[in-house]
């Protein structure tokens, strides 16, 4: 079993919201960083739904399954 981390000095901060059809959750240790931290995380979150969305007409998945059979630059 291990000790609980030491926490002091530590100013949690969260924030959530809802992206790609669920729930995020984003918690820091450092409560000031938490607008920088949540910039960061909804560019990596639109950058994944660029890529990956099926619901997106320009999505490298969507013109991946156009494709099927065939080779598709992605």
Known sequence: MTAPADTSGFTFA???????GTYVQLTVA????LPEATGRVEQLLAQV????SR?????DLTRANSGAGAWVRV
């Open 14 to 20: 969260e924030s959530t919201w809802r992206a790609l």
């Open 55 to 59: 619901f997106r007409d320009d999505s």
């Open 30 to 33: 450092f409560g000031d960083r």
């Open 49 to 52: 739904d660029r890529a990956c």
